[in-house]
């Protein structure tokens, strides 16, 4: 339970830091339509994962309800992600190769926070 939070808090901070320098480095050189897109597309990462973790806790631990619950707040919250792209695509809100970008830096950190605290 410590290591769960320890990993989402240094993802949040890390996460956070890290997505605001991209967007700064992007509104310098691009747009704020760039600069927009990353730092959504880490807010989306931050959530994502926030959520994944809680669900496979939730799944892990046994006095945590129902299954069914479960996979019905995780189908809503693939359906809301895809509701989000789709928004993003279609009326062009801001880039949708800086929502990847922000996004990947955000899954980045996630794999470097896991292996720095999978180290003995």
Do not use: C, D
Request: net charge positive; aromatic share 12%.
């Amino acid at each position: 339970m410590e290591q769960k939070r320890m990993l989402l808090r240094a993802l949040q901070i890390k996460g956070a830091i890290a997505t605001l320098t991209a967007s700064l480095i992007a509104l310098a050189f691009f747009s704020l339509h760039e600069a927009a897109g990353i730092i959504i597309g880490g807010a989306i990462g931050i959530l994502n994962f926030i959520i994944l973790i809680r669900f496979v806790y939730s799944i892990i631990n046994p006095e945590s309800g129902g299954r069914g619950i479960i996979i019905f707040l995780s189908t809503a919250k693939l359906l809301f992600f895809f509701l989000i792209f789709l928004a993003i695509i279609k009326w062009q809100i801001v880039s949708i190769l800086a929502v990847f970008a922000g996004f990947t830096i955000i899954l980045i950190i996630l794999a470097y926070e896991g292996l720095r605290q999978a180290k003995p």
